[in-house]
């Protein structure tokens, strides 16, 4: 499996990468894919984990909601990435396999609706990689003080549309609705006021906060990890009787299913060890 070197400015500690200055939403776009196949349509991010042999190199892994890589039937999908030539991007529609003979190539966590895989890109496609370590865990949550009304962010592909012929993704943004976000592997889920179409599922989810407010006072700098992925959509059944029979219909509620980090954490360390 190829690997990569780690940019600087992503080599930081978690405890001190509040303070750099990197923009967060920048990085994110470029590591967030459309990726089709079998008439379906979905978002995924690319994310390093980080080699154990030497902490300057990470693999590439893939990550996205499990349904989005299970709906496609073929042993191949298309992952639109994006090259940059003199600061001008265009779409680089690139193939990858995502099964072997029908067995697929990705790991899925046995409670959550998450996927991950390995994969291999090619050199002239620009990723700044986020290492494994800005996923949320719940010790970060509860040190930040997250919590319903915090403001959270996210990337993806409504309806498979992106936000430019370059094929970057859209960015969207509400806030918490629901709680309580701890336990994360209790809860499970939790709820982001956004509306869900349509190719937004495995899209990143992530928070930023400027001097933030916690543990009693103003804390200057600036707050930043990934908090989960898309899953779906939240809805409503409707059941509607008649004299003959008995129906259901489903409405959609406009907010998001969200699949908290500590999952994609989970699925990534389920995928086995390249450093061996």
Partial sequence: MKRIIIFLFVL???????QKNFELNTILMNSTFRIQG?????????IGRP?????????????TANHVLADIKTDQAILYLRK?????YSLYPYLIKIRNNGNPLWVKHPDADVAAMYV?????VKIN???????ATDSLISEFEIHPGDDLYCLGYPYGVSASEAGFPILRSGIISSYPLLPSKEIKTFLFDFRVFGGNSGGPVYFIGANRNYKGGVHIGVVRFI?????????IQEEIKSMDETTTKEHPLGLAIIVPATFIRGTINLLPDLDK
């Fill in 84 to 88: 940059e030539i003199d600061t001008v």
């Fill in 129 to 135: 990689l986020l290492p494994t370590y800005f996923l």
């Fill in 38 to 46: 079998s008439g379906k349509t979905g978002t995924v991010f690319i």
């Fill in 227 to 235: 908090m989960g992925l898309v899953s779906k959509q939240k809805m």
């Fill in 120 to 124: 291999s890109l090619p050199s002239d």
């Fill in 51 to 63: 080699s154990k042999k030497d902490s300057a190199k990470a693999f590439y892994v893939l990550v």
């Fill in 12 to 18: 930081l500690n978690i405890q001190v990468f509040s």
